[in-house]
């Protein structure tokens, strides 16, 4: 079945980096674009990048753009994030989440890793 | 970027209720609209997907409408485990925004 498993989040110094990691399994990674959606404590969903299946095209939400850097490996079956110049408003819940296409929805997520940005 | 607004916040039903939420987009996304639901400390559910397909393994009580900026995502009859919160989400276009949200509480 399609498992996706986040890894990497903790507390972090404002002004700090931090990488995430997801790793996906029970499907071919290489064929699907992957995104990354975050989730303040007690906020809404706000999506924060998205990259093609074959890692050629990445896009960015306005509030992470030049601090964060999205990547994958397909020959290991995981996405990344890379987030520099850490501040507290980027506290949230981290979600990997699977693209589908048709209506390009996000029909898998994973269980969510916790950052937490704080001097 | 494109925005989307829903309606109520929150409001509080019983069980057996029939719930309508609304979202409305600040421009035509044709039928790229999504419904999910989360519950606390839950990754999101995607339910409804183009407007009005309901995903695979989601009950039949959950109904999706609407094209354009208008939707409306509709519970038939409130089940407990319904109580949550919803979510719409175009994907029309980057970025894939969402909804502020719509908690359905206990009345």
């Known amino acids: 079945q399609v498992q996706l498993v986040e890894s990497g989040g903790g507390v972090v110094q404002p002004g700090r980096s931090l990488r995430l990691s997801c790793a996906a399994s029970?499907?071919?990674?290489?064929?699907?674009?992957m995104h990354w959606v975050r989730q303040a404590p007690g906020k809404g969903l706000e999506w924060v990048a998205v990259?093609?299946?074959?890692?050629?095209?990445?896009y960015y939400a306005d509030s992470v753009k030049g601090r964060f850097t999205i990547s994958r490996d397909n020959s290991k079956n995981t996405m990344f994030l890379q987030m520099n110049s850490l501040r507290p408003e980027d506290t949230a819940v981290y979600y990997c989440?699977?693209?589908?296409?048709?209506?390009?929805?996000?029909?898998?997520w994973g269980q969510g890793t916790l950052v937490t940005v704080s001097s | 970027d494109i925005q989307m607004t829903q309606s109520p916040s929150s409001l509080s039903a019983s069980v057996g209720d029939r719930v309508t939420l609304t979202c409305r987009a600040s421009?035509?996304?044709?039928?790229?609209l999504n419904w999910y639901q989360q519950k606390p400390g839950k990754a999101p559910k995607l339910l409804i997907y183009?407007?009005?397909s309901l995903q695979s393994g989601v009950p039949s009580r959950f109904s999706g409408s609407g094209s354009g900026t208008d939707f409306t995502l509709t519970i038939s009859s409130l089940q407990p485990e319904d109580f949550a919160t919803y979510y719409c989400?175009?994907?029309?276009?980057?970025?894939?925004?969402f909804g502020r949200g719509t908690k359905v509480e206990v009345k």
């Open positions: 989440v699977r693209e589908s296409s048709g209506y390009f929805i996000f029909d898998y």
């Open positions: 029970g499907f071919t990674f290489s064929i699907y674009p």
């Open positions: 990259i093609s299946n074959d890692g050629s095209k990445k």
């Open positions: 421009q035509s996304i044709t039928t790229y």
């Open positions: 183009g407007a009005s």
């Open positions: 989400q175009q994907s029309f276009n980057t970025p894939r925004t």
